[in-house]
């Protein structure tokens, strides 16, 4: 285990990494050809679709493999497209990095991606706009790579707008739903917000570096006066918090499960709300050169892992709760990527095995929707362990690995941010322990109200299976959320030591902290069976006064706090604009018009039709004009 | 002759022929005044030419002579036509361009 003692430098791509590009470019062509070719693709675009994703995965996995027979210092590769554009000195390259910390991103999407595709075949097989479906997922997929493997924060850029392009189609896409439209403008609007923030952090490093390549960028951060650290830090950790559903930006991800449920789980639990994480790790070397920013992106962290953790416990819809889950995931990983070079990996490790156990989970949620008659109230379920079991047992699977039972994923990484939460901050590390215990009370909650206690379906509701088609994914992710864990745990922090920097590794299992954090899963766990176990669930929501209860029923009131921050306030300023041109610039305007009006009523009392006094008038002028000329021809 | 009695009596005809224009309500005795007058300019044209002794103010009554041919030729015509259609001539009567 050799420590690096600089970052590594870039090497020109050559061989199969030169053709990094295929990744992007499949996905990207068949989601072209399925919108336009219109219905004649209707009976094999979902499989083309596949395909396009499927062969992504084979070219990620294979440059993986090459990168794995890399020698450590040669493992960040670069490969220079094309020029896109250049003013005056400024000239913007298009380029791909492959390096340790894209390609596992790139596995993931494309991994984790492909795996949704096949199963959205069978849960979007009655939808009669499927082919679009699949043309948006597609383009999601794109978008995606062209985000985690752009070489250049501007690149990175066109590929976070794309996945908030694709977001907003995906959201929306049951367009005939008022809530489902409502809820991707919300998401649409609430990311550019933090794409405000990306663009100052962009226009800043134009500025301070002279280009906004990574290599630039992490040569020049040394030199950075540090209030522009501190600046540049602020607004790369806004946008990720558009991005990742931070708190103050979090309100659109749970109005954004309107979307079909595979959308949810490949972009609003695994793949794109983790951008803001990839982003800070990705600018990691910018956020050492601030205490201030790092500080930031803790807080945010934290108070979001908690904000989300408390969101879980309130809400009956089963994709809220495993929406609100998913930010208070994020937290952790932002939480461990504001720590330091300590806690890079651990973000990146526990966002990849959150995204196989949440993945899971969103398609388990899809596939008891699916059964359900796309009811989504965990009032109406009860007692479908027995009705679904592959549903059941894939979900139980991503169960215990969210709460962390040993040896699942979710214990290994956790436990680690956790663990480096007590070496940075006892407070900080206080709240994500007591977010552990949260997650297992909600994720408890959930397995009660969905799989287990007593049937409180709707008439006419029959439970049943879900196609193969369906339950194959679900086993396929069932399995990385119990094995991702052990499996990356020895090797991550090494892997990324190219990309995010060196540090000392922890790699122990079983520590003090690590059993006082199984303890408080266990009493996490003991408090659901306590709540939601013992009785019967009511199938009405009782009416509650706690006032926790209630502020998690509203989700934490942030859609009225948006609304009196942020959406009356400009409603006023909207209408104070409009009064201020109703009555200063129109006024001035009609003012004017009414003048000439008034003046020509005057005027026009001139015209009498008397030829004599026109005459007259012609001839005063005339007199008038002599004499002028006369007294100025004598003075 | 002295050119500037010929002055005076061009300004005295222009004069006549300005008021003439603008107190008689006839349109044929108006349009007589606008021959006075313009001859009353010929006359000063004449009379200038006479005190510098060139040829340019005569040459100049010449075109003066043309345009009031052709006015006469086109304002008769019109003054004929309205009389046609009004059975008047006189000039406050084709006041339509009032209010």
């Known amino acids: 285990m050799t420590l690096l003692e600089t970052l590594v430098q870039p090497v020109a791509a050559t061989g199969m990494f030169a053709n990094a590009w295929w990744m992007i470019g499949a996905p990207l062509a068949v989601a072209a050809i399925l919108l336009l070719a219109g219905r004649v693709a209707d009976a094999w675009g979902h499989f083309l679709a596949v395909a396009a994703v499927v062969f992504s995965f084979a070219v990620a996995a294979c440059l993986f493999a090459q990168l794995l027979g890399r020698a450590v210092d040669a493992r960040i590769v670069e490969s220079q497209l094309f020029t896109w554009f250049s003013v005056g000195a400024w000239t913007f390259d298009v380029g791909l990095q492959v390096d340790p910390l894209s390609i596992l991103f790139a596995l993931l999407i494309t991994g984790v991606g492909s795996l949704i595709h096949i199963y959205s075949i069978g849960y979007m097989a009655h939808d009669p706009r499927r082919r679009r479906f699949f043309a948006y997922l597609n383009l999601f997929v794109a978008a995606m790579l062209t985000l985690v493997l752009a070489n250049n924060y501007l690149i990175l850029f066109v590929g976070w707008e794309g996945v908030g392009l694709a977001s907003y189609l995906l959201i929306s896409f049951w367009q005939e739903k008022h809530s489902a439209a409502a809820a991707g403008v919300k998401a649409f609007v609430m990311n550019r917000v933090g794409d405000f923030g990306m663009l100052l952090a962009i226009f800043s490093m134009l500025v301070m570096f002279g280009g906004s390549s990574f290599t630039a960028v992490n040569h020049g951060a040394a030199n950075l006066p540090p209030l522009w650290a501190t600046l540049i830090g602020l607004f790369l950790l806004l946008g990720a918090c558009g991005k990742s559903a931070q708190v103050p930006l979090q309100a659109w991800l749970l109005d954004a499960m309107e979307g079909p449920t595979p959308v949810s789980a490949l972009i609003h639990a695994a793949t794109m709300v983790t951008a803001g994480v990839y982003l800070v790790v990705r600018s990691h070397v910018l956020f050492e050169q601030s205490a201030i920013a790092q500080t930031a992106v803790v807080l945010v962290g934290t108070v979001t892992l908690l904000a989300g953790a408390w969101i879980g416990t309130s809400q009956d819809d089963i994709k809220k709760v495993l929406a609100g889950s998913t930010m208070s995931q994020i937290g952790y990983m932002m939480l461990a990527a504001g720590i330091g070079p300590a806690g890079y990996a651990f973000a990146i490790f526990h966002l990849l095995t959150h995204g196989f156990f949440k993945a899971n989970m969103f398609l388990g949620a899809g596939s008891v929707m699916h059964g359900m008659h796309d009811d989504v109230n965990m009032r109406n379920y009860g007692r479908l362990a027995q009705y679904m079991k592959y549903t059941y047992w894939t979900f139980f699977c991503g169960y215990i690995a969210i709460i962390g039972v040993p040896l699942t994923a979710g214990f290994f990484s956790k436990d680690h941010i956790i663990e480096a939460a007590f070496h940075h901050n006892l407070i900080i590390g206080l709240c994500a322990l007591l977010g552990a215990g949260i997650t297992a009370f909600y994720m408890t909650r959930l397995m009660f109200m969905t799989f287990w206690s007593e049937k409180r379906w709707e008439p006419g509701v029959h439970p049943h299976e879900s196609p193969k088609v369906m339950t194959i994914p679900l086993v396929v992710l069932a399995v990385l959320s119990l094995v991702g864990g052990a499996a990356m745990n020895w090797w991550i922090q090494t892997w990324l030591e190219p990309a995010a920097g060196n540090h000392a590794h922890e790699v122990a299992l079983f520590t003090p902290i690590g059993g006082v954090t199984i303890a408080v899963v266990a009493a996490g766990v003991a408090l659901g069976w306590y709540v939601f176990g013992r009785n019967p669930i009511p199938k009405v929501a009782p009416a509650s006064r706690n006032p926790f209860t209630l502020v998690g029923r509203n989700v934490l009131y942030g859609d009225l706090i948006n609304d009196s921050v942020a959406v009356k306030p400009t409603y006023a300023l909207g209408r104070a604009a409009v009064a201020t041109d109703d009555a200063a610039l129109d006024g001035a305007v009609d003012g004017l018009a009414r003048g000439f009006g008034g003046l020509s009523v005057v005027v026009r009392k001139l015209q009498t039709g008397y030829a004599r006094s026109y005459a007259l008038t012609m001839t005063t002028g005339v007199l008038l004009a002599a004499v002028v000329l006369i007294l100025s021809q004598l003075a | ?99």
């Open chain 2, 1 to 99: 002759m002295n050119p500037e009695n010929m002055l005076m009596l061009a300004a005295i005809l222009f004069a006549i022929g300005g008021m003439g224009v603008m107190l008689r309500r006839n349109a044929l005795v108006a349009f007589m005044c606008v021959e006075l007058m313009l001859n009353a300019a010929n006359l000063a044209l004449v009379a200038a030419a006479l005190m510098h002794g060139r040829l340019d103010g005569q040459v100049a009554s010449f075109f003066v002579m043309v345009v009031a041919a052709a006015e006469v030729v086109v304002g008769l015509a019109i003054i004929v036509t309205i009389y046609r259609t009004r059975r008047t001539t006189s000039v406050d009567d084709a006041n339509l361009l009032n209010l």
